[in-house]
């Protein structure tokens, strides 16, 4: 049996069957096969190339080919499905025996079993299901189109512009309400029996939209948007759900649903699962049953709102299906069927569409669903752009889009990260161009046996475009991929969603939004504890409870795991710290460590390998080891160590936080001396003299020098190969310069463009306000000195007024003068001189003293000279002439 | 640059004279002084509680070449000036503060040598010193009638209380006698005996008559003795001037060190106590004796608490009441007045007879700067010395230009005097705070 020859068929029912205003469906398949034409004469049987041709076939006797056009003879308009030809026919070699037909299809071959369908049963009743059951599938067909496609797409885009409620109000009022059948479905204990029977009667097949009361059998129910009744005469549709009240009910019911076939129908369906239908149906159609029931039901919805086209009903009818999907939806197959009738039905409904939501409801879709498809495709084609959630909403409903366990797990982060990426990504919105393609989908019965198609002319499908899938999906495997981390915390701990440790796993960017509250109200801690300081300080076990980490019970250093976790949540809550082990060593990691605390984007992350910062951390390491030196820190050291080490060029400014965090860290916790000084032999020479002098100033802070910190410096130098002798001279000038300016940075030579040779001139430079503090300074000491070396510079006038007239040299005693007397007359010799200061009973050396003593008061100098001759000088000898008269 | 007073022209010669050789000049010092304004007032005042009969101790800390000497020698001028004697001697690996193989007397006996007085200033004024008292005394007797023995015995009554003060008194006795006799060989055995030079007792007890010598152990004690003698002989105090301390720091023996430094803390504490009248000591020494953890003053740890600095005295404020001064090096900005200071010795204090102009002081320095580097005001001994000369001959040769000569001035290197000090010092100089 060829699927081509059944397609072709179906379209020509359906053509008889509505008439001409029916828009023919032709499927891609049907086209360009030979149409069958049924007036084709018994005689039309070809031979081609030695087999014989009826009906576009080709069999290999004539026979066959003639019994094949004898049954495709047969009337196709009774409602029993004509018997098809057997896919094989029995092998020649049997014995012909002539097959009897039982009934129609079904005929009793020789051999004592009975064909149907070219199938062979053992007994009669396989048989007649299996005709049966092909019939149902031969008769699919396709309802007409469901709407004139240009009026739906006028239509859609009027109310969808004009947000007045939903359309179909007015038919509410007839309509049982989504509460009504809420409150219906809550009578399920409600004795079938104990309704009061209304009897009605049993007319041929009606739909019935409020609830009735009907018997059927010996049940009387009570029941809606059902059809009831006897059916008419064969329809073209299968009618499975039809509720034909002549068919018998069992006496028991069959709630497990044993007896429920694959395609059920309720004229197919055993009398006791009729009678658990019926139950069920009056019980308010509650949840729990085998769902071959709720199809069996579902199928008459189906059938009102694709069929029956009832706008009227529509509401009704999408709102029980919306009940049963809640209630049913663990059932894969049934969900897809109901929404996919929710899709079709709402068009038809004229059901306003809910906005689009990204959902993972469409994950396993078969295909692009309508309800996608159609706001999407009219936002195209009104030249808007595709915001991000409708974007989202896209390419999840896509059948080949592939989340990962991140992206599912985490959908609701999921959802916010793409809003901020996309919006990153197209800030404007999604602009797609029209495609060429307009919607049209084909709506495939659940109940089997039909299907409708839909299509919009003015509704461009989404679908068909697929420029920037590709793009977009791969934006949301990068969004995923980002929450990967969450999604693997998530995974472990399902129960932290929300906490500060899931908070602080998110894309730095999402915690602007509400999902960084449990990392602001962090912040607000930490900023609490930096107060108006930009750094601040905290032992190691504070800061892990301020995260929302928890010290490790037993451990006396934190594990390098926990430490991890510490860093990256302070890195999220943009809190550097310090002794930080991925910028540099860290000696100690126990609960007393105290951090320094200082806020940095992103936890302020450097490059620990930078020359620079490698150097100036080492800087600050032996500034803190000078200072600790003495055993006492204060403020000032700190503040050296700052004023030094930050001033190094070529940090930036991250840098310089993080190494006065780790100044004042280590102020604390100082590094093991020798583990530093160790450090230094990798530095360059050009970094010595100014580890040196950082150190120095670092000692100098305090305004002392202790021997332990001149210990340290000695030690210092000797690591770094400098002459110790270096240290005393540096201190010593560090002593009085300590208001001077600070060297901040040895000159270096750079390499590149040549200066020009200065002139010499420059070679140094004068401080002129040095220069005029040296001068007053000098000219102070000058007046000072003036005072001492020339106050005694009294004139002889002085002298004379003083003289007792003892004698001639006044103030000189009678010996002393006549001694001076003696030498102002001639120089002597010295041994002259002795004999008469022998002479005058005075001792030589004693006497030359007090003359010079004498002279020194008068002349400011001494007025002897004492050598072999001893003579008085000639500017002297002139005014003790005078004086003495001589 | 402008100065208190007109620089008389003896002084001018004389200054520039002692320039010119590299050494101190002897006087005229305020006329080239730079800069040190609150040093040198603290100084002054030290000498004036020493006249006052109080007493003090300093110590001058600087670099090699900051000046140490030319310090000391402004301190020990401005205490002749108030009519104290001074001594002053150069520590050395044979004369040491303490000692026991005889170089603490040579110490002793180096720094009498050099005893001054205003009259003497350039040293060897015991003898004077002596003969003047003694003359006194002869006076005094011969107005009183009373044999010059007697007087000069109570005159030094106060000697007594001093350790050795009965011997030395009995020393000035025989000193008087000897010239009373005109026998020269006691006057000089006893000023042997006062300048600690008599190796054995022995000797001196055939020469004197004295049962003592001045020995390795007595050399502070001495000292204080010379102080309490000088004052009665008529001087304000003495001052005693001890440089190159830095020879202790260098020795090797942990002991000898030690013993040196208890003999300072000694020192020290008599002067913070006030157990001594009108005595002065100055220190001189460089950073590393004070500083060196193992072998500095400050190893010394009862030292170190007496010497520390004022720890109030950071930031810039300034404590010189401390006995640490600290002379920092010159930098180009002293050294250019300097310059500038000894340009005005030679035009005698007026501007109007200024040799060079002050470019030529700028181009001095530049001309220095290129032939010793960067380290020529560090020590400018030879930098002053060239200037001196380069302005003697600017004054001798009207006419020459002081451009064209300035090329032509030769600055040697002070790396002679440099061989004593350690011999990294110049590296030192390149290192700015």
Request: charged share 25%; hydrophobic share 40%.
């Amino acid at each position: 049996m060829s699927l081509e020859s059944l397609v072709a068929r179906a379209a020509r029912t359906i053509r008889r069957a509505f008439g001409d205003d029916l828009e023919p469906v032709e499927s891609e398949q049907t086209k360009g096969l030979p149409t069958s034409n049924m007036d084709t004469p018994a005689d039309s049987i070809e031979s081609r190339e030695g087999r014989y041709a009826a009906h576009g076939y080709t069999f290999s006797t004539k026979a066959q080919a003639r019994d094949f056009e004898r049954r495709r003879g047969q009337p196709d308009a009774s409602s029993a499905p004509p018997a098809l030809p057997p896919a094989r026919q029995p092998t020649p070699t049997q014995p012909s025996v002539p097959a009897v037909e039982v009934e129609a299809g079904i005929e009793r071959t020789g051999d004592g079993r009975f064909r149907a369908g070219g199938y062979s049963f053992s007994d009669l009743d396989q048989a007649r299901s299996f005709a049966r059951r092909r019939s149902l599938t031969n008769a699919d067909r396709a309802v007409e189109s469901l709407r004139s496609a240009r009026l739906v797409a006028e239509q859609r885009l009027a109310y969808a512009s004009s947000k007045s409620g939903s359309p179909i109000a007015p038919h509410q009022g007839d309509n049982p309400s989504s509460a009504e059948i809420g409150r219906m479905s809550l009578r399920e204990t409600t004795p079938i029996l104990a309704a009061t029977p209304q009897k009605t009667a049993v007319g041929s097949e009606q739909w019935v939209t409020h609830a009735l009361s009907m018997r059927v059998s010996d049940i009387a129910f009570e029941a809606f948007l059902i059809y009831f009744g006897k059916p008419k005469n064969a329809s073209a549709y299968p009618h499975s759900s039809l509720i034909d009240p002549t068919l018998p009910v069992g006496a028991c019911g069959d709630p497990a649903g044993a007896t429920l076939g694959y395609w059920p129908s309720y004229a197919g369906l055993d009398p006791r699962g009729r009678r658990t239908y019926l139950e069920w149906l009056t019980a308010g159609r509650p949840g729990g049953m085998p769902i071959g029931y709720v199809f069996l039901y579902f199928y008459g919805l189906e059938r009102r709102l694709i069929v029956d086209r009832s706008e009227a009903d529509g509401a009704a009818i999408l709102g029980e299906v919306r009940r049963l999907l809640d209630l049913y939806d663990v059932n894969s197959s049934f969900t897809r069927y109901a929404r996919l009738l929710l899709d079709v039905g709402s068009v038809i409904a004229r059901e306003d569409s809910p906005p689009l939501r990204p959902t993972l409801d469409h994950r396993y879709s078969f295909e692009l669903p309508l309800r996608i498809r159609i706001p999407l495709g009219e936002r195209i084609a009104a030249g808007e752009s595709l915001n991000a959630d409708e974007a989202l909403a896209w390419i999840l409903a896509l059948p080949d889009t592939y989340l990962r366990t991140a992206a599912t797990r985490c959908f609701d982060e999921l959802i916010d990260l793409w809003r901020l990426r996309f919006d990153q990504g197209n800030p404007e919105g999604l602009k797609i161009r029209s495609p060429k393609t307009r919607l049209c989908v084909r709506y495939q019965a659940a109940a089997g046996g039909y299907h409708a198609d839909l299509s919009l002319d003015g509704v461009p499908d989404i679908a068909a475009v697929v420029a920037p899938v590709v793009r977009l999906r791969e934006q949301l495997m990068a969004c995923s991929d980002e929450l990967d981390p969450l999604s693997r915390f998530l995974g472990r701990e399902p129960d932290s969603r929300g906490t500060l440790a899931c908070t602080t796993l998110l894309p730095a960017d999402m915690l602007a939004g509400p999902r960084g509250e449990p990392l602001r109200q962090a912040r607000l801690k930490l900023t609490a504890l930096l107060g108006d300081k930009a750094i601040g300080r905290a032992t190691l076990g504070e800061t892990l409870l301020l995260v929302g980490l928890e010290w490790p019970i037993g451990r006396a250093s934190l594990p390098v795991a926990l430490q991890r976790q510490l860093a990256g949540r302070l890195d999220a809550l943009d809190f550097g710290y310090e002794p930080d082990r991925r910028f540099g060593p860290v000696t100690a990691c126990d609960a007393d460590t105290r951090l320094s605390l200082f806020e940095a984007p992103n936890g302020g992350p450097i490059d620990r390998d930078n020359e620079t910062y490698a150097a100036a951390r080492i800087l600050t390491e032996i500034a803190a080891l000078a200072a600790t030196a003495d055993r006492i820190v204060v403020a000032e050291e700190l503040a050296s160590i700052e004023k030094h080490v930050l001033v190094t060029p070529g940090l930036s400014d991250a840098e310089r936080l993080r190494l006065r965090a780790h100044a004042e860290a280590i102020l604390d916790d100082p590094p093991k001396a020798n583990a530093a000084i160790k450090r230094l032999a990798a530095l360059p020479q050009a970094h010595r003299q100014h580890i040196i002098q950082a150190a120095v100033a670092a000692i100098f802070a305090d305004g002392q020098v202790r021997p332990a910190e001149v210990k340290f410096l000695e030690g210092l130098h000797k690591a770094l190969g400098l002459p110790r002798e270096q240290v005393y001279g540096l201190l010593h000038r560090s002593e009085a310069e300590r208001d001077a300016p600070v060297i901040v940075a040895p000159a270096r030579p750079e390499n590149g463009v040549a200066l020009p040779v200065e002139a010499p001139a420059s070679a140094f430079a004068i401080d002129h306000a040095r220069l005029a503090r040296i001068r007053i300074e000098t000219s102070e000491v000058s007046s000072l000195l003036a005072t001492i070396f020339i106050e005694d510079a009294s004139p002889p006038l002085q002298a004379d007024t003083q003289s007792s007239g003892k004698g001639i040299f006044d103030g000189l005693d009678a010996g002393h003068a006549k001694l001076l007397e003696e030498l102002v007359r001639s120089p002597m010799e010295r041994a002259a001189f002795d004999k008469v200061a022998q002479a005058l009973k005075l001792l030589p050396s004693g006497a030359l003293e007090t003359i010079n003593e004498w002279g020194f008061d008068r002349f400011d100098e001494p007025i002897v000279e004492d050598d072999d001759l001893i003579l008085v000088p000639p500017h002297i000898l002139s005014l003790l002439k005078m004086e003495a008269a001589l | 640059m402008t100065s208190a007073a007109p620089i008389r022209a003896r002084d001018r010669d004389t200054i520039l004279q002692a320039l010119a050789a590299g050494v101190v000049p002897r006087l005229g010092l305020q006329h080239i002084q730079v800069g040190r304004a609150g040093e040198i007032a603290a100084l002054i005042r030290d000498v004036d509680r020493i006249a006052d009969g109080g007493s003090a101790a300093r110590f001058i800390i600087g670099e090699y070449g900051a000046g140490k000497t030319f310090f000391l020698n402004l301190v020990r001028l401005i205490a002749l000036e108030r009519k104290c004697v001074t001594m002053h001697a150069d520590l050395a690996p044979d004369r040491r503060i303490h000692a026991s193989g005889g170089q603490a007397r040579g110490l002793y006996a180096e720094a009498v040598r050099n005893m001054a007085t205003r009259t003497k200033s350039e040293g060897g004024a015991l003898a004077s010193i002596i003969e003047r008292f003694i003359t006194e005394c002869v006076r005094q007797g011969e107005a009183n009638g009373r044999p010059v023995a007697s007087v000069i015995d109570d005159r030094l009554a106060d000697l007594h209380d001093h350790l050795g003060g009965h011997d030395f008194a009995a020393v000035l006795k025989a000193y008087w006698r000897g010239s009373d006799d005109g026998d020269e060989t006691v006057k000089a055995a006893a000023l042997r005996w006062l300048r600690a030079e008599y190796p054995t007792k022995t000797e001196a007890r055939q020469a004197l008559g004295v049962r003592s010598i001045i020995d390795d152990a007595d050399v502070y004690d001495s000292l204080k003795l010379l102080a309490a003698f000088v004052r009665i002989a008529g001087y304000a105090g003495l001052v005693i001037v001890l440089d190159e301390m830095v020879n202790l720091y260098k020795l090797q023996s942990a002991q000898a060190r030690n013993q040196n430094y208890e003999q300072i803390l000694r020192i020290l504490n008599d002067v913070l106590q006030g157990n001594v009248l009108g005595v002065g000591f100055v220190f001189g020494g460089t950073p590393d004796f004070l500083m060196d953890s193992r072998r500095g003053l400050y190893s010394y740890q009862a030292l170190q608490s007496r010497l520390v600095e004022n720890s109030f005295a950071a930031n810039g404020l300034i404590d010189l009441s401390g006995p640490i001064v600290r002379l920092q090096s010159l930098s180009p900005e002293d050294l250019l007045v300097l310059l500038g200071n000894i340009r005005s010795v030679f035009a005698l204090g007026d501007v109007a007879c200024h040799l060079v102009p002050d470019e030529a002081l700028s181009a001095f320095m530049n001309h220095c700067n290129s032939r010793i580097g960067e380290a020529y005001f560090r020590t400018p001994r030879n930098t002053i010395k060239a200037f001196v000369q380069f302005l003697a001959v600017l004054e001798q040769n009207a006419g020459v230009d002081w451009r064209t000569l300035i090329g032509a001035v030769e600055v040697a290197n002070d790396d002679i005097a440099n061989t004593d000090e350690d011999s990294d010092d110049d590296e030192l100089a390149t290192i700015q705070l």
